[in-house]
C-alpha cells in the first residue's frame, strides 16, 4: 500500500519544536513500576540508533545555524528522551514489541515528511524517495500490528488504533510542518486502517489454507501488497478506494494489479487493530467469496 489518504481542513495548531517537547520522566523514576524497565530501555535505545535517528529531522529544523556539535549533542539527547517516552508510554501494555515500536518510530519522520509533500511538484527521484519512506513506515507498521495482535483472544486484549497513534504523538509530538495537527492524525489513522486491512487478509488466508507470498519492499513501491495464485493484489481498506485505484490505473494504462477490498468494513474493527480469531474465522467465507468473484481464486471446474 503505497497511497496515503489526504483529508485537508483548516485549523491552526500550536508548533512542537525540540527544545519544547514535552520532558519524559528519569528512567530512575520507573524502577519499581517495572523490574525490566532498564533492560527495555537499553533495548529500545539500541533499536532507536540502529536505525536513521528518528528526530534528526527535527532537530534540523529547529537549529539551521546550530554548531555540528550542538547538533550531535541535541540528536543524541533527543534519542535517549525517546526511547524514555516510547517505554513510558507501552509499559503497561505487554504485548507490545518495544523494538517493533522503536522501528516504526525510526520511520515515523520520513511518513510525516512525505505525507506532505505534493507529488505533482516531485522529480522522477523525488518521487521514488517519497513512496520509499511510505513503505519503510507501512512495513514497520505491519510488524507492529501483526506481533501485537496474534496471541489475542479478546476484543479486550486487542490494542487499539489509537495507542499506536497516541504512541507515535506521545514520543514525536511535531516538526516544522505541524500547522495542522489533526491532518496528521486523520491520515496516520487512514494508514493504520490501511496496514490492518493487510494483515487481516493475510490472517484469512492462513485461516483458509490459502497459500501467498507477502509483496516486498521493492513490490510494494509498485503498488504490490501480496501475491496469491500468481495474482498481484492491491489490497484497498474500501470500495471507494477500489474504484479509485481502478481510475487512475486505467488512465496510466496499468492493468498488472487487481485492486482488492476484503469485505470487512471498518465499524467491525470496533477501532481495533485486528478482529478476534472467533471473528476472523466467521468473516472468511465472505473474504473467500469475494476472491472468487474477483478472479483472483479460479472457480472450481463442475464435474459432469
Given at each position: 500500500?503505497?497511497?496515503t489518504r489526504?483529508y ?7 508548533r512542537?519544536?525540540?527544545?519544547t517537547m514535552?520532558s ?12 525490566n524497565?532498564?533492560?527495555?530501555l537499553?533495548?529500545v535505545?539500541?533499536a532507536?540508533k ?13 537549529g ?8 550531535r ?6 534519542l ?12 503497561s ?29 516531485l522529480?522522477?527521484?523525488?518521487k521514488?524517495?517519497?513512496i520509499?519512506?511510505?513503505t519503510?513506515f ?14 489475542c ?16 504523538e506521545?514520543?514525536?509530538p ?14 496516520l489513522y487512514a ?6 486491512n493487510?494483515?487481516l487478509?493475510?490472517?484469512?488466508l492462513?485461516?483458509a489454507?490459502i497459500a ?11 503498488g504490490i501488497?501480496?501475491?496469491v ?38 465499524y467491525e474493527?470496533?477501532?481495533k487493530?485486528m478482529?478476534t ?17 474477483h478472479?483472483?481464486?479460479d ?6
Open positions: 500500500m503505497t497511497k489526504h485537508k481542513t483548516h485549523h491552526t495548531h500550536k512542537y519544536y525540540v527544545d514535552p519524559p520522566i528519569s528512567p530512575s523514576q520507573w524502577s519499581t513500576s517495572s523490574s524497565i532498564k533492560k527495555q537499553v533495548t535505545d539500541a532507536l540502529s536505525q536513521k535517528p528518528h528526530l534528526t529531522y527535527l532537530v534540523e529544523q529547529a539551521r545555524n546550530w554548531s555540528k556539535e550542538k547538533h549533542q541535541r540528536r543524541s539527547a533527543a535517549g528522551e525517546s526511547a524514555v517516552t516510547l517505554v513510558q508510554h507501552y509499559a501494555k505487554e504485548q507490545w514489541s518495544h523494538v517493533d515500536m522503536a522501528r516504526l518510530l525510526a520511520a515515523y519522520p520520513g511518513w510525516v515528511e512525505a505525507t506532505e509533500q505534493d507529488d505533482t511538484t522529480t522522477r527521484q523525488e521514488k524517495q517519497r520509499k519512506k511510505l519503510h507501512n512495513h514497520a507498521l505491519r510488524d507492529v500490528i501483526d506481533n501485537a495482535t496474534h496471541a483472544e479478546t476484543w479486550k486484549s486487542i490494542p487499539s488504533v489509537s495507542d499506536i497513534v497516541n504512541g507515535l506521545a514520543v514525536c511535531g516538526n516544522k510542518h505541524a500547522q495542522n495537527k489533526q491532518d496528521r492524525k486523520d491520515m494508514t493504520v486502517a490501511g496496514v490492518r493487510e494483515v487478509f493475510m490472517r484469512v492462513d485461516e489454507g501467498y507470498e507477502p509483496g516486498t519492499a521493492n513490490q510494494d513501491m509498485r501488497d501480496i501475491m495464485n500468481g495474482k498481484l493484489i492491491d489490497l484497498k481498506s474500501s470500495e471507494y478506494y477500489v474504484y479509485e485505484a481502478q481510475e487512475d490505473a486505467a488512465e496510466h494504462g496499468d492493468h498488472r494489479r487487481i485492486f482488492f477490498f476484503p469485505g470487512v468494513e471498518g474493527y470496533r477501532n487493530l478482529l480469531k472467533e471473528k476472523i474465522i466467521r468473516v472468511m467465507p465472505r473474504v473467500v467469496a469475494r476472491m472468487y468473484s478472479g483472483i481464486l472457480k472450481p471446474t463442475q464435474q459432469r
